[in-house]
């Protein structure tokens, strides 16, 4: 899902502005990509502006998202740990290396997803905001 959409500013930008105590960016991001992020997000953005997950390629759903994670060119920290698990940096390295590896897979996850059982009725809910439950 990270490898095609856009992104609020203040859902990433402790990795540019308050990583820590002891360091404000975030040093496993790309320092190039970092400034070029600075210059779109403002430390204190409106909360209403958002950038383009993949901007060498902002529509399209391809495996770039994983050469992306090799090049530390991701928003969040949570794509960028995938690099820290030998197992699953090992996936980010097939998947940048084989279009048609990372298209088989992804095909088959649309599917697993696609059997996922839907809550309904009142055993569901329809998020007002993805991120919190009503």
Known sequence: AHAIGRSH???FGNRLY???TTTAQDPSLDPTYAA???????QNPNA????PMNPAAPYSLDNSYYSNILANRV?????QTLLSSSSTAGLVSQNS???Y???NRFADA??????IGVLTGNAGEIRSNCRVIN
Request: hydrophobic share 40%; charged share 15%; glycine share 2%.
């Open 48 to 51: 209403t502006l958002v950038v």
């Open 9 to 11: 500013c203040t859902s």
């Open 36 to 42: 070029q992020l600075r210059k779109q997000c403002p």
């Open 97 to 99: 290396r084989s279009p």
């Open 18 to 20: 308050s990583f820590n």
């Open 110 to 115: 649309m599917i697993k997803m696609g059997q």
């Open 75 to 79: 928003l969040f920290t949570s794509d």
């Open 101 to 103: 590896l990372w298209l």
